[in-house]
């Protein structure tokens, strides 16, 4: 970019995209991104409320330049029928985790497993004579809390969902990120 | 009625006007060959390879801003076509390619001839269709045209499975388009052209940067009014070529790495920087962080994601070129006091006609060497520009851009986005198909001829009048020049002189085949191979060591241009060596 336009900072985004509900569309966009070289953090996709349709939500990071160009190349996709960069609003973030956590490798494990799963508001969904599996769900701050709570015990295993993310009602349209685009460049905004 | 998936297509593409089918038979697809043979109504090329079938349709779509249209086999037929699909996505040529593919039950377990072709070609079309009911057929075609078409232009592939081209189904074609996801803006920002408008108009040194999109959205009109409302000078990519008259006086000449010295130098001075239908490739804007540093930038373009891709735009103007030059001619007519509103131009214009003075294009002639330029311009001069021209990719193509002055769009076809060797005489066949009362010559070079040399069949057989014009230097010359300026003169593998004896080739196809070896010949071979009716091959054995220039090195500033060999710069009789302004 030109000296009037310093490189900004590289920073998270979360870009909400709906598609069409159709065979290949997760594969051009998770194609679109390796072929231009983006990042996706996290990815998480189900059919919507109207399941003629697909959300997604993606997690990525870049500079305004990078997301600008990130948004505009998933616009050009035939089968992206909108693209949300969510960065632009407030909104609310949630990952669900299961946790398979030893129990047993020293005395009182197991109760100081119970306690941290309570602690959090989290779920026993599964337990064996040495292990719980926990469920858990909360935004980023609370989920990396509940890991490094449970570290010291030995975390065997964890799987999750990806975050999913909404705006929350009625909020305007902060002055941040995409907005600095002039006018004539929004009309792509389908 | 019902009828078949084949007839359907058939059906389908008539509806879609098409009328040339650029081809090559195989098993999955034999059906729709049957179909085919049974109506004559649509002419099938058959060319000798897959990848001259959509080259092919490259130059049928590119002469007359239609859809071209390509029917392949499944497997090795579909994944030949990618190289020309690449191409066509690069310089947004509107294609539809159909390919065979193994019956639907069959996809996935690695049947005979059997290819992913839907996630090969995902990432280098437009937009691609899996046919997996009979019923969407013609709903598929209907918008694969439309998708193709409109918008940025570019191929559309479908993959049509045996079992549904066999399948019969009822037939109703739809009227209208529509795709929710799937609007492209046409008409531009009211108030940016307004802006744009008065940014021009205050400017002092403003230059028109126009491209592709010109020749695609027919704007070329437009763009004459343009230049001709205010006096800018213009330059154009080399996909725009033809946009403008090459002999107007407000024609710089193509910018950017072979670009003229007067065309990189406005760039650089320019104040108002008008961009339509570009897409600021690094080959036309050398380093970014140098092309035009003092420039405002006004960038109209119908593909949002090619505006500040690389470089920072201040007016961005998202639409079709034509509609939008409309739209600014008018603006201008409005807020300008008459005649004299673009009178403060005049020292910007003076000084670029410095510059056109100080280096314009130029060569040495020699009396025992050909020097290739010279062949051009014989042709040019032979011609007047009233024909098509294609060319391959290298050293040929650069000086046809150079020293052929294209005065009209669509008459210019070339590879520019993807460099693809072995482009340009595939692409004249289909030039010649579309346009045949028209000339239509294929400049290239003897490597990239080689490329797609199976395709002298397919005009000896159909007797189509293209006149190919090889420049044998002996070596892949673009190469052999880099290797010259920066690899110390090692030609590693860019010799070939052991090439075929091209006239004897060109007469065991069937076709006449001439030579010229001496400057005094040129003239002559051009009078006689053009004055004759069918396919005539024209080998020029020209000066093995010319290098194209002015050059910027890759990565360089467009404003150091080099305008002589590395070994010359020592030479005293030489004016001139590295010039950095």
């Known amino acids: ?190 | 009625m019902k009828m078949s998936g084949a007839e359907m297509l058939l059906e389908s593409l008539k509806r879609e006007k098409v009328t040339h089918i650029f081809g090559y038979p195989g098993g999955v697809v034999l059906p729709v060959f049957d179909a085919l043979y049974k109506d004559p109504s649509l002419q099938v090329i058959l060319t000798r390879h897959e990848q001259g079938a959509v080259h092919a349709a490259e130059g049928y779509a590119r002469s007359t801003n239609t859809v071209g249209v390509v029917l392949v086999t499944s497997g090795p037929g579909a994944t030949n076509t990618l190289t020309g699909i690449a191409d066509a996505n690069m310089d947004s040529i509107p294609l539809v390619i159909i390919t065979g593919q193994v019956p639907t039950k069959m996809i996935g377990n690695d049947a005979f001839q059997e290819a992913d072709i839907i996630g090969m070609s995902r990432s280098c079309t437009k937009h691609n269709f899996l046919v997996r009911r009979i019923s969407d057929l013609p709903r598929i075609i209907k918008e694969a045209f439309y998708i193709a078409k409109s918008g940025r232009p570019g191929p559309v592939l479908i993959d049509f499975p045996k079992d549904i081209i066999v399948e019969k189904g009822d037939f109703s074609y739809p009227e209208t388009v529509s795709i929710r996801s799937y609007n492209p803006t046409i008409q531009g920002n009211r108030w940016q052209i307004r802006k744009a408008a008065q940014t021009i108009l205050k400017s002092r040194r403003p230059i028109l940067y126009a491209g592709g999109g010109i020749i695609s959205s027919a704007a070329h009109k437009e763009l004459l009014e343009l230049v001709t409302l205010t006096g800018i000078p213009t330059t154009l990519t080399l996909m725009g070529l033809g946009a403008i008259p090459g002999n107007h006086p407000r024609f710089l000449g193509m910018l950017g790495m072979h670009g003229t010295y007067a065309a990189n130098m406005a760039i650089h001075d320019a104040d108002v920087l008008i961009a339509v239908g570009v897409r600021f490739d690094d080959r036309v804007t050398g380093k970014i962080a140098e092309f035009s540093p003092h420039s405002k930038v006004i960038h109209i373009d119908i593909d949002p994601t090619s505006i500040r891709k690389n470089f920072h735009v201040e007016i961005p103007i998202v639409g079709d070129a034509r509609v939008i030059l409309k739209d600014l001619i008018e603006e201008l007519r409005e807020i300008s006091a008459g005649e004299d509103a673009f009178r403060h131009y005049q020292p910007w214009i003076d000084q670029i006609a410095e510059w056109e003075k100080e280096h314009p294009l130029c060569y040495t002639m020699d009396k025992d060497v050909i020097k290739p330029q010279h062949v051009i311009e014989k042709i040019y001069q032979f011609t007047q520009g009233d024909c098509i021209i294609s060319t391959d990719v290298g050293q040929h193509q650069m000086w046809t851009a150079q020293f052929f002055k294209f005065i009209k769009p669509n008459t210019w076809l070339t590879s520019g986005g993807l460099g693809t060797m072995g482009y340009g005489f595939p692409a004249a066949i289909g030039a010649q198909k579309a346009h045949p009362g028209k000339r239509v010559i294929a400049i290239t070079g003897e490597g990239s001829f080689l490329m797609n040399i199976q395709e002298m069949a397919t005009v000896v057989s159909l007797d189509l009048p293209v006149k190919i014009v090889i420049l044998n230097n002996q070596y892949l010359g673009m190469v052999r020049q880099w290797q010259e300026f920066f690899y110390g003169s090692r030609y590693s593998s860019s010799f070939i002189g052991q090439s075929p004896d091209f006239v004897k080739l060109a007469e065991a196809f069937g076709m006449v085949g001439m030579r010229a070896t001496r400057p005094e010949q040129v003239e002559d071979i051009i009078l006689d191979g053009f004055s004759r009716r069918g396919p005539v091959l024209m080998e020029f054995q020209v000066d093995p060591e010319e290098n194209v220039f002015p050059m910027v090195p890759a990565g360089g500033s467009n404003i150091e241009m080099i305008f002589e060999s590395p070994g010359e710069k020592d030479d005293p009789k030489k004016r001139d060596s590295i010039l950095t302004a």
């Not at chain 1, 047993?104 to 309570?118: K, L, Q, T, V, W």
């Not at chain 1, 858990?136 to 809390?145: F, P, Q, S, W, Y």
């Open chain 1, 1 to 190: 970019m030109s000296p009037e336009n310093p490189v900004s900072e590289s920073r998270k985004h979360y870009i909400q995209v709906i598609v069409e509900n159709r065979f290949g569309v997760l594969s051009r966009v998770a194609g679109l991104f390796s072929a231009r070289g983006f990042n996706i953090d996290s990815l998480s996709v189900a059919p919507g409320l109207d399941t003629s349709v697909s959300q997604m939500t993606i997690e990525t990071q870049g500079d305004d330049h990078v997301v600008e160009q990130i948004i505009k190349q998933l616009n050009k996709l035939i089968d992206v029928i909108k693209v949300i960069n969510l960065s632009e609003f407030s909104f609310l973030t949630r990952e669900t985790l299961l946790i398979r956590v030893n129990t047993n490798s020293r005395p009182g494990d197991r109760e100081e497993a119970f306690r941290i799963a309570e602690i959090f508001r989290s779920r026993i969904i599964d337990s064996s004579p040495s292990t719980y599996t926990i469920e858990v769900t909360g935004d980023e701050d609370k989920i990396e809390a509940i890991l490094n709570f449970l570290k010291p015990l030995g975390i065997k295993e964890v799987i999750r969902t990806g975050k999913v993310a909404i705006p929350r009602e009625d909020q305007k349209q902060s002055s941040r990120g995409m907005t600095r685009l002039a006018e004539g460049d929004m009309s792509f905004h389908r």
